[in-house]
């Protein structure tokens, strides 16, 4: 198995609070990326990066920020949580582009009340 | 932009029944295409894929062809088990002239159930 940590696995937070979730990689890979899943929406893209303190938007990045400070770790922050964040998170690596099978973490499941 | 459409789910089906999903894409250029499989409180793993059209992918029984002139990439399996029960996802990579940084977009998944 790809070496994806994922943490934490499960949390409830309340409305207007900060949060960040982090993924951590032992591969080494340069690609990371968060996606959210929803039912009925499939996987969809928050933010990804492509290298140390390089990272861009993805589909639904509104109310996320993200940061990337070491090749390992990818950081997830919803800065105000809102009720329509609840979701499970996926963190994802790849060690190229285009043809590269993605690794996925466990994924955290986020509820907020 | 780029898009996946899987067909409606859930789906029911006996043990050894003959198995096929769906799966039809909007992109510019020339995508890779992806079977992507989510066993219960797991993650996602890759099922199966196809980079140019007219590949076949194919892995544990499971087989899809990438079809441009249809823009298709069904998932087939001639005798599922019970042991496929799972979530299945279809993906695309887009590709138009410039990287796409391995960026995925997903159909909305489809529930397998297989009954013994």
């Known amino acids: 198995d790809a070496g994806i940590t994922q943490s934490p696995r499960h949390k409830v937070t309340e409305t207007g609070t900060p949060v960040t979730l982090r993924c951590h990689q032992t591969?080494?890979?340069?690609?990371m990326y968060w996606y959210r899943q929803d039912p009925g929406h499939g996987l969809r893209l928050i933010h990804y990066s492509y290298g140390v303190k390089d990272t861009d938007k993805g589909e639904v990045s509104d109310g996320y920020s993200v940061s990337r400070s070491k090749t390992e770790d990818f950081l997830l922050t919803l800065e105000s949580a809102t009720s329509s964040q609840t979701s499970v998170y996926f963190c994802?690596?790849?060690?190229?582009?285009?043809?590269?099978?993605?690794?996925f973490g466990q994924g955290t499941r986020l509820t907020v009340v | 932009g780029d898009s996946v459409t899987q067909m409606e789910g859930p789906v029911t089906l006996s043990e050894e029944a003959f198995l096929t999903i769906n799966c039809t894409y909007t992109a510019t250029g020339y995508p890779s295409l992806f079977w992507y499989v989510q066993y219960p409180g797991e993650g996602l793993q890759l099922l199966l894929k196809a980079t140019k059209a007219d590949d076949k992918g194919s892995n544990k029984g499971f087989e899809a062809t990438y079809r441009k002139e249809t823009t298709s990439f069904h998932l087939e399996k001639g005798s599922v088990q019970v042991s496929d029960s799972a979530v299945y996802f279809c993906a695309l990579s887009g590709y138009a002239g410039g990287t796409s940084y391995g960026k995925l977009t997903f159909g909305q998944g489809t529930i397998l159930t297989v009954h013994p």
């Open positions: 591969e080494n890979h340069r690609y």
């Open positions: 994802a690596i790849t060690g190229g582009v285009r043809d590269t099978e993605a690794f």
